[in-house]
């Protein structure tokens, strides 16, 4: 906040209030705890190394951040972590999938759906139906006061949110819930102001003692590893 940007007054008090309510979730343990020997995937869903080993941090913090680019398995580590909390005695209603847009949060569900056959899926639903949209006045029900009725939250195409949302969003985050953030910081930003899901990532990049886990998936498990294909997917993260 001490470089020259100019910025209004709502929107800088906004980033101010965003960040707090994101240390506040970083800095605060969990009030339940998931043994290790829990973090078993069912089977046919199959984790690569990085993936298994970032279910500990994410089980461990309130706050996790999940990146990679298209077929990195995002979705599939996010369907190990609600396996593990249902087997753990989580309900299926102590859970929601949520996304920006329907579309983005129908696909998530189908996806859990087809990855987790045998089990309950939470429900779904978009950002502003979670949060409580009311139109008529452009507030959302749920806040501090009033927060969400779930543990944990799982957000997908985070990349999308946008400044005011996602502050609506952590400020709904009940004291001992949990929210995980998945996307892609180089494709579909906000459309409104704020990068939040990007300077979340760039910020704990370049800190020398990361707060909260920031998970990378580089592997691609849409594309062949050589070939035609292998070059047209490089060629895009670049």
Not at 49 to 65: E, M, T
Not at 101 to 109: D, E, P, Y
Not at 190 to 216: K, T, Y
Request: charge should be neutral.
């Amino acid at each position: 906040y001490h470089h020259p940007y100019i910025s209004t007054h709502k929107h800088y008090w906004g980033q101010i209030h965003c960040a707090q309510r994101w240390k506040h979730l970083t800095q605060t343990q969990p009030t339940s705890h998931i043994p290790l020997a829990a973090l078993q995937t069912p089977n046919g869903l199959i984790l690569n190394d990085v993936q298994q080993a970032a279910l500990i941090p994410i089980l461990q913090h309130r706050a996790s951040i999940v990146c990679g680019g298209p077929g990195t398995g995002k979705t599939t580590l996010g369907a190990a972590l609600v396996n593990i909390l249902l087997k753990q005695g989580l309900l299926p209603d102590e859970i929601v999938l949520t996304a920006p847009t329907g579309k983005a949060a129908q696909r998530l569900q189908w996806t859990m759906e087809q990855m987790l056959p045998d089990q309950t899926i939470p429900p779904m639903a978009t950002l502003h139906r979670l949060l409580g949209y009311q139109p008529h006045t452009g507030m959302f029900s749920h806040n501090q006061q009033n927060p969400i009725l779930t543990q944990w939250t799982l957000v997908d195409e985070a990349s999308m949110i946008d400044l005011e949302l996602m502050r609506t969003l952590l400020d709904a985050i009940p004291h001992d819930g949990h929210v995980v953030l998945l996307g892609d910081p180089k494709q579909l930003p906000a459309i409104q102001v704020g990068s939040v899901f990007q300077d979340l990532i760039h910020f704990q990049n370049n800190n020398s003692q990361p707060a909260w886990p920031v998970i990378q998936l580089q592997t691609n498990f849409r594309q062949p590893t050589t070939g035609p294909s292998q070059n047209i997917a490089t060629l895009a993260e670049t």
